[in-house]
Nanobody, 128 residues
Framework: QVQLVESGGGLVQAGGSLRLSCAAS????????MGWFRQAPGKERELVGA????????YYADSVKGRFTISRDNAENTVFLQMNSLKPEDTAVYFC?????????????????????WGQGTQVTVSS
């Protein structure tokens, strides 16, 4: 079983930056696709970014392209989300998620149902 714990959320002004971290324990996630989702009040949980286990392929939602960067450190079993040029509409609870091990080093999962493991979430609030 994999446990995921997010950190790094907080309150920031519009235009500012935050770096989220997701630490995995219980089992290695070095062969898992990892993703960051977010959920704002009254809205569906949406995929923000995802990264293949090789880190060679990434996916971003259109709303964050050019502003957010997902990365991973397989040796440390950790995934990151660097968020720059934050906007008030980025305000949400951000969740780290992981799939099971996958054989394809270039595969990136984009559906919520593809992810088996979830963290508890960290709040990001962007003030205008």
């Amino acid at each position: 079983q994999v446990q995921l714990v997010e950190s790094g959320g907080g309150l920031v002004q519009a235009g500012g930056s935050l770096r989220l971290s997701c630490a995995a324990s219980g089992r290695t996630v070095s062969r898992a696709v990892m993703g960051w989702f977010r959920q704002a009040p009254g809205k569906e949980r949406e995929l923000v970014g995802a990264i293949s286990w090789s880190a060679s392929i990434t996916y971003y939602a259109d709303s964050v392209k050019g502003r957010f960067t997902i990365s991973r450190d397989n040796a440390e079993n950790t995934v990151f989300l660097q968020m720059n040029s934050l906007k008030p509409e980025d305000t949400a609870v951000y969740f780290c998620a992981g799939t099971g091990s996958v054989p394809n080093r270039w595969y990136v999962a984009t559906r919520r149902d593809d992810y088996n493991y979830w963290g508890q979430g960290t709040q990001v609030t962007v003030s205008s």
